[in-house]
């Protein structure tokens, strides 16, 4: 049915025609678009991509003259293998449908493929070059490979046959602790577990349950550009430049290049190259550790030898000691010679300056020095006695003047600790008087508390229990609380509350299988 009917017999009449709603209209648009193009293939280029925080995917395809609306819903964006990017050109597969709230068509695109091998390499350098414009690819940002790690880390698919290179390479040239974390190496999972992985091994604390590896290896096997993509990813390619555990890239063939080549710290044609990158032939070593130890060995000896000819030679080239000591010994003679006659010249000198100074001193000299300083020590005696009365006199003034200024004080002192000594005696005789009283209050306070106490004894005693018609059963003078302790002892006390009855010895048991005493007697 067409949705504009010309038939009939008025049909150039515009009020005849039948009326569509809005819906009604959009709804009969959007089921002819989706009913003519179920599933299409557009190709163009990318234009505007826009992620909102939904997880969709919204963007154009454009080619010279047209731009058709493109979107991807949440789950399909997560099965594309690769997403577009603007200036791609791709291959669009998804259906037509329209949007009845903007009045558009759109295609919901379920999947995006390049289009052709030129258009992935040429958004690849366009990646490569934003990536080496942050800094990424430097060289002076990488580390040096550790010599021989102890801990390797590798990040690769644990069923292929990639791992099993990389370990047999590891066995033959230097075995090592090896630590695994499997991962996909194609698809469209691939890059998020290769960053989660390069991180997993970076966060690892060292010393914990879980050894921290010292080198890192990325590895896969060959492939074409679309199965080696996910190592293109900017994900995977941040995480490798962001790790602090040295990497080794080995993804793919000598002649196969990813990104993550770019930003790692060597790169390795091969998995297998990345092995013997990663540890040194363990033979190797030893051989070359053998022949620096002989080398050593040669060099010490050679160095002795040398040393002691050396020695020889030196020692041929110095004098006789008899010849160095000639000289020495020959001024010692002649020194000794001419000390006697110094020595008697010396002391010649010395008596001459004693007897001059010997001279001088005669006994009238020092009679007039002692007198003349005699007539100066009484001279300085006269002095100091004149000056100590005079000191004393002002000593004896000073004092009878602050004797004055202290005398009113003195007394108020005096007059204040005779009222206080009245006082204290006043006190004094109170504390006696309570002194004398506390002994006879604290004897009667005692002595209430003592009868109080005694009457709580009898009270809570047991003889108020035999009062009520109890009694107490010692058996050989110890209590007894059962019938088998009563038949056990010889004899037996009961004490009443008005005394206590003695029950005589149990008879003894006759010779010759007497029977005993039946149950419930007491003897």
């Known amino acids: 049915m067409d949705m504009f009917d010309d038939t009939g017999p008025e049909a150039g009449q515009p009020g005849n025609q039948p009326e569509y709603t809005v819906s009604e209209l959009s709804g009969a648009v959007k089921r002819v678009i989706e009913g003519e193009f179920g599933l299409v293939r557009v190709r163009g280029e990318v234009g505007r991509v826009s992620r909102p925080a939904s997880g969709h995917l919204y963007f154009d395809l454009k080619d010279d003259r047209s731009v058709i609306a493109a979107i991807s819903w949440k789950g399909q964006v997560a099965k594309m293998q690769v997403r577009p990017e603007e200036g791609m050109e791709v291959v669009a597969t998804g259906r037509m449908t329209t949007f009845p709230g903007q009045s558009k068509y759109q295609l919901i695109v379920e999947d995006v493929a390049p289009a052709g091998a030129g258009a992935l390499m040429a958004m690849l350098e366009k990646r490569r070059a934003a990536l080496q414009a942050d800094g990424l690819f430097e ?37 090592r602790h090896v630590l695994i974390w499997p991962v996909a190496v194609q698809g469209q999972a691939c890059a998020a577990e290769v960053a989660a992985a390069i991180r997993g091994f970076n966060a690892i604390a060292p010393g914990g349950p879980i050894p921290r590896p010292d080198l890192l290896i990325v590895a896969r096997g060959g492939g074409s550009l679309e199965d080696l993509w996910g190592f293109n990813e900017e994900i995977v390619v941040r995480a490798a430049a962001a790790s602090d555990i040295p990497l080794i890239s080995a993804v793919g063939h000598e002649t196969d290049t990813t990104l993550i080549d770019y930003a790692a710290d060597r790169r390795a044609p091969t998995p297998t190259a990345a092995a013997e990158m990663a540890v040194p032939v363990r033979l190797e070593l030893l051989a070359a550790n053998d022949a620096l130890a002989a080398r050593l060995s040669r060099a010490l000896a050679q160095g002795v030898a040398l040393r002691g000819q050396r020695l020889r030679d030196l020692g041929r080239a110095l004098p006789r000691a008899d010849t160095l000591l000639t000289g020495p010994v020959q001024r010692l003679d002649t020194a000794a010679g001419r000390l006697s006659g110094a020595l008697s010249i010396a002391v010649a000198k010395k008596r001459g300056v ?170």
């Open 139 to 175: 060289a002076d940002r990488k580390r040096p490979i550790p010599y021989l790690p102890r801990v390797i880390g590798v990040v690769t698919s644990p069923s292929g046959a990639v791992i099993r290179d990389i370990l047999h390479r590891l066995r033959d040239r230097f075995p």
């Open 354 to 523: 004693y007897e001059r100074s010997a001279g001088r001193m005669r006994p009238e000299a020092l009679l007039s020095l002692i007198t003349r300083r005699g007539d100066g020590v009484a001279s300085v005696g006269q002095r100091l006695a004149s000056a100590q009365g005079r000191r004393l006199e002002r000593a004896r003034d000073r004092a009878e003047a602050l004797s004055a200024r202290l005398a009113p004080a003195l007394a108020r002192m005096i007059a204040d600790a005779q009222r206080e000594t009245t006082k204290g005696k006043g006190r004094l005789a109170d504390l006696g008087l309570r002194l004398d009283a506390a002994p006879a209050q604290r004897l009667t306070a005692l002595s209430q508390r003592l009868e109080a106490l005694d009457r709580t004894r009898q009270t809570l005693g047991y003889g108020e229990t035999l009062r009520r018609g109890y009694a107490v059963v010692r058996g050989d003078g110890a209590v007894v609380t059962g019938r088998a302790g009563a038949e056990k002892a010889s004899t037996l006390e009961i004490e009443f509350h008005d005394g206590r009855l003695v029950i005589g010895a149990k008879p003894a048991a006759k010779k010759g299988g007497a029977k005993p005493p039946e149950q419930g007697s007491l003897f």
